[in-house]
T-cell receptor, first 114, second 113 residues
Framework: DAGITQSPRHKVTETGTPVTLRCHQT?????MYWYRQDPGHGLRLIHY???????DKGEVSDGYSVSRSKTEDFLLTLESATSSQTSVYFC?????????????FGSGTRLTVV | AQTVTQSQPEMSVQEAETVTLSCTYD???????LFWYKQPPSRQMILVIR??????QNATENRFSVNFQKAAKSFSLKISDSQLGDTAMYFC??????????FGQGTILTVHP
């Protein structure tokens, strides 16, 4: 399968603390995405990147920031974690020459904010 | 904005029977892709089947097939000969060339022995 890994797989953090989730790929893909999954909402886009230092907001970007200083790494930061950010977070790569195969996903990070 | 709607939060089916999951979408685009993803309890997202909007022929992958109705903006998934391993959450998704995917809310499918 595509070389995409997320870390950590699980994390519990306290309200108000900053948290960084990491997505690492070995496929040299230009496009990378961060989604969150919540019951009743499916997957919603937080931020995405179309190249090094090129990022843009998705539909639920408030309270999140991203950075992409290298092609292989896409970091998602919760600046001050809140209970509403308890969720499962997925990183994804565009699959195929023009995304005709959708995405290849990482294994997800379950984040709990207490 | 594009939207994808899955109106069935939960479905159940007996092993070896056939089940159909519904998906509708809203877009003004003419060229796009549609996908069904499976998420078993392991949480991994697995591509089940895909459809290119310019193709009239419905996609088929073994026991999985779709009914793509472009004018009606409908994209349902039919699972034939259901197996216990088909128990999972299923997501419908829409996207364009190099575009972001928009996902539906998901349908939890349970296959009973």
């Amino acid at each position: 399968d595509a070389g995409i890994t997320q870390s950590p797989r699980h994390k519990v953090t306290e309200t108000g603390t900053p948290v960084t989730l990491r997505c690492h790929q070995t496929e040299n893909h230009r496009y990378m995405y961060w989604y969150r999954q919540d019951p009743g909402h499916g997957l919603r886009l937080i931020h995405y990147s179309y190249g090094v230092k090129d990022t843009d907001k998705g539909e639920v970007s408030d309270g999140y920031s991203v950075s992409r200083s290298k092609t292989e790494d896409f970091l998602l930061t919760l600046e001050s974690a809140t209970s509403s950010q308890t969720s499962v977070y997925f990183c994804a790569l565009g699959s195929g020459t023009d995304h005709q195969y959708g995405y290849t996903f990482g294994s997800g990070t379950r984040l709990t904010v207490v | 904005a594009q939207t994808v709607t899955q109106s069935q939060p939960e479905m159940s089916v007996q092993e070896a029977e056939t089940v159909t999951l519904s998906c509708t979408y809203d877009t003004s685009e003419n060229n796009y892709y549609l996908f069904w993803y499976k998420q078993p309890p392991s949480r991994q997202m697995i591509l089940v089947i895909r459809q290119e909007a310019y193709k009239q022929q419905n996609a088929t992958e073994n026991r999985f097939s779709v009914n793509f109705q472009k004018a009606a903006k409908s994209f349902s998934l039919k699972i034939s000969d259901s197996q216990l391993g088909d128990t999972a959450m299923y997501f419908c998704a829409w996207g364009t060339s190099y575009g972001k995917l928009t996902f539906g809310q998901g349908t939890i499918l349970t296959v009973h022995p």
